[in-house]
């Protein structure tokens, strides 16, 4: 069975700093790995989304994710943060075959300070 | 492209009644789920179509929630009758479901509160 991990409930950086929000999935083959970002009183946002080729994957706003299969992860990265970048991000994993039910994880709130 | 329409985006109801929640997904896309999101549970998938059948049903949701795919472009969501504890966001979204097109889009969200 799939599973998402983000280890991380609540982040706090300052802004101008960089990002890293981990997240560990759990899956047998490659998936596909997204994140998406939930600013308040609205649905989810797509950031980016890994499916092939480079591991490495630029998203919307500066974001990046970088897939490691060897380790199972797909963290999400920012150089420099700005204060509208607060907001709830979620990491989510879908199988590439079969039932195409996603999981997401619990969801990391990032709190970004002057 | 349209996006995610949901109606209506804000809900409240008394404990026994019968409340519908709508969902228009976008247009071509082929899955359609629906979430429950709650600051304690996250996201949680109640149902899921593909092509309007039912993929799956979440199985703690089945005796009061019901979601129902009409036409390929209208969903309901039913829940009934209604528990204070069922106050929370209800999240509609569709994908194209293959390939590259596997991102979900979601809609706005409808804010029930039971009282």
């Known amino acids: 069975a799939q599973s998402v991990t983000q280890p991380d409930a609540r982040v706090t950086v300052s802004e101008g700093a960089s990002l890293q929000l981990r997240c560990k999935y759990s899956y047998s083959g490659t998936p596909y790995l997204f994140w998406y970002v939930q600013y308040p009183r609205q649905g989810l946002q797509l950031l980016l989304k890994y499916y092939s080729g480079d591991p490495v994957v630029q998203g919307v706003n500066g974001f990046e994710a970088e897939f490691i299969k060897s380790n199972s992860s797909f963290h999400l990265r920012k150089a420099s943060v700005h204060w509208s970048d607060s907001a709830v991000y979620f990491c989510?994993?879908?199988?590439?075959?079969?039932?195409?039910?996603?999981?997401f994880g619990a969801g990391t709130r990032l709190k970004v300070i002057a | 492209d349209a996006g995610v329409t949901q109606t209506p985006r804000h809900e409240v109801a008394e404990k026994g009644q019968t409340i519908i929640l709508k969902c228009e997904p976008v247009s071509g896309h082929n899955d359609l789920f629906w979430y429950r999101q709650t600051k304690i549970q996250g996201l949680e998938l109640l149902s899921y179509f593909r092509s309007k059948s039912l993929m799956e049903d979440g199985g703690a949701f089945k005796d009061r929630f019901k979601a129902e795919m009409l036409n390929s472009s209208f969903s309901t969501l039913k829940i009934q009758p209604t528990e204070p504890k069922d106050s929370a966001v209800y999240l509609c979204a569709s994908s194209r479901g293959l390939g590259e097109g596997a991102e979900q889009f979601f809609g706005p969200g409808t804010r029930l509160t039971v009282l």
């Open positions: 989510a994993v879908r199988r590439n075959t079969g039932n195409y039910k996603y999981v």
